[in-house]
T-cell receptor
């Protein structure tokens, strides 16, 4: 079955560390997205990519970086510059925005 | 600035009744509006999309209306069941041709047996 796989499900980061969250899709979708969800805040867009080797900043890109070397993969790195990284991170993709976004099951990142 | 507001953070209803959730927006001229369902600890799941020229759309027990004059969408679940308990999110694209989907904060629906 086609879908989006996010890994790991839970991730713990020490202060000052960079961590990378994985997002892989086998839906043949061109566009991929990273959202962050905090309690009471809703989903906020971090980065998005509409095509391989191209990506744009969303509303809260500071302290994050991405790459899009393959159509299937859109990893997100949370750098040490992100001062409050504890959150639930969601990856999504779409082939046609009229058919909605498909989301992964999320990665919960906690700073320890 | 652009804003999407879902008026209720939480809504409790009795099983069998119709749940009605509201989504209001400002400073958008959306061509489409989407609704998603999110269960705790899971990613949102796409439910319905309604176009600006569609007044109403139905899918099984779900009904969505879209009033571009009032800048409002209503999401109805008829004959609600405890399994419908979840958070429901509305979402809009930032502009014509945009691929940036902006979400409301959601309404947490609890259906009481």
């Amino acid at each position: 079955d086609g879908g989006i796989t996010q890994s790991p499900k839970y991730l713990f980061r020490k202060e000052g560390q960079n961590v990378t969250l994985s997002c892989e899709q086998n839906l043949n979708h061109d566009a991929m997205y990273w959202y962050r969800q905090d309690p009471g805040q809703g989903l906020r867009l971090i980065y998005y990519s509409q095509i391989v080797n191209d990506f744009q900043k969303g509303d809260i890109a500071e302290g994050y970086s991405v790459s899009r070397e393959k159509k299937e993969s859109f990893p997100l790195t949370v750098t040490s510059a992100q001062k409050n990284p504890t959150a639930f991170y969601l990856c999504a993709s779409t082939g046609d925005r009229l058919y909605g976004y498909t989301f992964g099951s999320g990665t919960r990142l906690t700073v320890v | 600035s652009q804003k999407i507001e879902q008026n209720s953070e939480a809504l409790n209803i009795q099983e069998g009744k119709t749940a009605t959730l509201t989504c209001n927006y400002t400073n958008y001229s959306p061509a489409y509006l989407q609704w998603y369902r999110q269960d705790p600890g899971r990613g949102p799941v796409f439910l319905l999309l309604i176009r600006e020229n569609e007044k109403e759309k139905r899918k099984e027990r779900l009904k969505v209306t879209f009033d571009t004059t009032l800048k409002q969408s209503l999401f109805h679940i008829t004959a609600s069941q405890p399994a419908d308990s979840a958070t429901y999110l509305c979402a809009l694209f930032s502009g014509a041709g945009s691929y940036q989907l902006t979400f409301g904060k959601g309404t947490k629906l609890s259906v009481i047996p």
